[in-house]
C-alpha cells in the first residue's frame, strides 16, 4: 500500500517570501501521480499543482513549483513570493496509475503568512 | 461554476443516535465520494460512488454506509454515532471522464459527537 507523508504539521513564512512544504512517499509503483491541494480557512479544498512520475521536469503553475525527486520519493511544493491568501492547510496527494480508484493524502501542513 | 454542497456546516449529536450527512452537487457528476478529515491523518476514503445506487468501501467504512437514490445527492449515514466518530467530513464530486484529482470538494461538515 501506498503512504504519503508531512512531517511539519506547521509552518510560516513572511509576507514575499519564499517557503517550501515538504512530502514523501512510499510507493513499489513507476508510474504514478502525485498533487499538491490547498484547503484555505472555511473554504472548499482545491488542487494546487499536479505532478506525473515519468516526466522528469518539475511541474509549475505560477508562483507555485514542485521539486519531484523520484528516486528519493520526495515531493515538495515552493510557493514564491508568499501573499496572504496563500495562508492554508497544505495536503500532499498521491494516486497510482494501475489502481486509481482513490487518492492516498498526507497528514497536512498548516501555512501561516505574516504580514 | 460546480458546487458542491453539505446540509450543515456544524452539528452536534449524542452517542447512538442516527446521523445523516447530506451532501448535493448540481452538475450532474456520477463520481461522489465522502471523506473524513482528521488532525494527523489527512484525509481518508470512508465510501464512494460510481453512479445511482451504486457504492464502494473506502479505506475506512466501518460503522458507515451510505445511499445514492438520486444522481446529484451523495448521503453518510452513522447508524450509531460513537465519539470516535467526531470529525470534520468533505464530501466531492468528479466530472466525467476528468482524472481522479479533478475532484470539487464540499465546504464540509464538523461533527460532533457527544
Known amino acids: 500500500a501506498q503512504t504519503v507523508t508531512q512531517s511539519q504539521p506547521e509552518m510560516s513564512v513572511q509576507e514575499a517570501e519564499t517557503v517550501t512544504l515538504s512530502c514523501t512517499y512510499d510507493?513499489?509503483?513507476?508510474?504514478?501521480?502525485l498533487f499538491w491541494y490547498k484547503q484555505p480557512p472555511s473554504r472548499q479544498m482545491i488542487l494546487v499543482i499536479r505532478?506525473?512520475?515519468?516526466?522528469?521536469q518539475n511541474a509549475t503553475e505560477n508562483r507555485f513549483s514542485v521539486n519531484f525527486q523520484k528516486a528519493a520519493k520526495s515531493f515538495s511544493l515552493k510557493i514564491s513570493d508568499s501573499q496572504l491568501g496563500d495562508a492554508a492547510m497544505y495536503f500532499c496527494?498521491?494516486?497510482?496509475?494501475?489502481?486509481?480508484?482513490?487518492?492516498?493524502f498526507g497528514e497536512g501542513t498548516q501555512l501561516t503568512v505574516n504580514p | 461554476d460546480v458546487k458542491v454542497t453539505q446540509s450543515s456546516r456544524y452539528l452536534v449529536k449524542r452517542t447512538g443516535e442516527k446521523v445523516f450527512l447530506e451532501c448535493v452537487q448540481d452538475?450532474?457528476?456520477?463520481?461522489m465520494f465522502w471523506y473524513r478529515q482528521d488532525p494527523g491523518l489527512g484525509l481518508r476514503l470512508i465510501y464512494f460512488?460510481?453512479?445511482?445506487?451504486?457504492?464502494e468501501k473506502g479505506d475506512i467504512p466501518e460503522g458507515y454506509s451510505v445511499s445514492r437514490e438520486k444522481k446529484e445527492r451523495f448521503s453518510l449515514i452513522l447508524e450509531s454515532a460513537s465519539t470516535n466518530q467526531t470529525s470534520m467530513y468533505l464530501c466531492?464530486?468528479?466530472?466525467?471522464?476528468?482524472?481522479?484529482?479533478?475532484?470539487?470538494f464540499g465546504p464540509g461538515t464538523r461533527l460532533l459527537v457527544l
Open positions: 466531492a464530486s468528479k466530472p466525467p471522464g476528468r482524472p481522479l484529482e479533478t475532484q470539487y
Open positions: 510507493t513499489s509503483e513507476s508510474d504514478y501521480y
Open positions: 505532478q506525473e512520475a515519468y516526466k522528469q
Open positions: 496527494a498521491y494516486r497510482s496509475i494501475t489502481s486509481g480508484s482513490r487518492l492516498t
Open positions: 452538475m450532474d457528476h456520477e463520481n
Open positions: 460512488s460510481y453512479d445511482v445506487k451504486m457504492k
